[in-house]
C-alpha cells in the first residue's frame, strides 16, 4: 500500500467496529511465468496498472484492524 487516501469513521455493524478505506496500491507482478514472452502472447496476457486505487472494508479485532474484504 503506498498511502491512504481515505476513510470512513468506524463504526459499528454487526457486532463489530468497521471502517471502509480507500489506497493507492502498487502492484508487482511476480508470477515466474509472466516473464515468458512465448506464453504471455498466447494468453494474451497484459501486466495490471502498477499502481491504483483499491477499497478495503476493515474489521477491528483482538490483534487490532484487518481487511474484512474488497470492493
Known amino acids: 500500500m503506498e498511502h491512504v487516501d481515505d ?4 463504526a459499528e455493524m ?9 489506497a493507492t496500491v502498487k502492484q508487482t507482478v511476480t508470477a515466474a511465468w509472466t516473464r515468458d514472452a512465448e506464453l504471455t ?14 477499497r478495503y472494508i476493515m474489521v477491528l479485532k483482538n490483534s487490532g484492524w484487518v481487511v474484512g474484504s474488497l470492493r
Open 14 to 22: 454487526l457486532g463489530a467496529q468497521v471502517s471502509q478505506v480507500e
Open 7 to 10: 476513510f470512513t469513521a468506524p
Open 41 to 54: 502472447k498466447v494468453v494474451r496476457y497484459r501486466a495490471p496498472t502498477a499502481e491504483r486505487k483499491q
